[in-house]
């Protein structure tokens, strides 16, 4: 009789709290846990609310079964969220929101190494992005302000030398531009006023020595009738596939 009445109270256990779930209150908010599955029975999501409003970790899958996203809710209204490839073992995306916006520093990966990291403030970018290689190399930073580009973009060779570096005003290139392709020294720079090209153009061989000028009025080439007779013959194949001579060829074009 009493492993009768014990197997009704554990039944009854069960059947309370499978009940308990996807409660909402007399004001319709949702209360305690709530979970979702998709036709073909596997988990949707599970978290827990109170008042409306989710608190503590909330769970996301793939309609696989494997782990899509692991939302953790914190004091307030931010949260710190991780995003799964659809192994549901690695990890893509980890960030935070405040609300519903992007917050603080935003990190994503391909094969489980660092590609991209951003800064966001209530949701725009705003610090340094930096991009680096499938070899983990660091090639690029790029300084945003509320969404916009300010400040200097550099760009880095897979060594970890310089490629170049071009300053940006309000998301438009404003400001010095230099080239060095891996060297000490710039291999071209000049200024650049609203997106174009304005002043003089300096061009430098690769041992330093300063072979042209570039003479630009926003961005229209001035001397572009001497520079012809002079680089009347082809570019040598080698030197025109370097930024400096492409650059030439393409204001002589």
Request: charge should be positive; proline fraction near 1%; charged fraction near 35%.
């Amino acid at each position: 009789m009493k492993k009768k009445y014990l197997i009704l109270l554990c039944g009854l256990l069960s059947f309370c709290c499978l009940s308990a779930q996807n409660v909402t209150d007399k004001k319709g908010m949702k209360q305690g846990v709530w979970k979702k599955t998709y036709e073909n029975g596997n988990l949707m999501y599970e978290g827990t609310f109170k008042n409306d409003k989710p608190v503590g970790e909330f769970r996301r899958y793939y309609e696989t079964g494997a782990l899509k996203i692991v939302q953790i809710y914190e004091s307030g209204d931010r949260s710190k969220v991780t995003i799964y490839d659809t192994d549901g073992k690695t990890i893509t995306v980890e960030g935070s929101y405040k609300g519903k916006e992007k917050d603080a520093e935003w990190t994503y990966y391909v094969d489980g190494k660092v590609s991209l990291i951003e800064v966001y403030n209530n949701g725009k970018k705003n610090g340094v992005s930096k991009i680096y290689s499938k070899e983990g190399v660091l090639i690029e930073e790029i300084p945003y302000v509320n969404d916009k580009k300010e400040g200097v973009h550099r760009r880095y060779l897979q060594d970890g030398t310089k490629y170049s570096e071009a300053t940006f005003k309000n998301g438009v290139e404003h400001g010095s531009y230099k080239l060095y392709e891996g060297h000490e020294f710039t291999v071209m720079e000049g200024i650049f006023k609203n997106g174009k090209r304005d002043g003089d153009w300096i061009l430098r061989d690769d041992a330093g020595k300063q072979t042209e000028v570039l003479k630009y009025k926003d961005g229209v080439l001035l001397n572009s009738k001497d520079l012809k007779k002079k680089y009347s013959n082809s570019f040598d194949k080698n030197e025109s596939n370097k930024g400096r001579y492409s650059e030439l060829e393409q204001s002589l074009q």
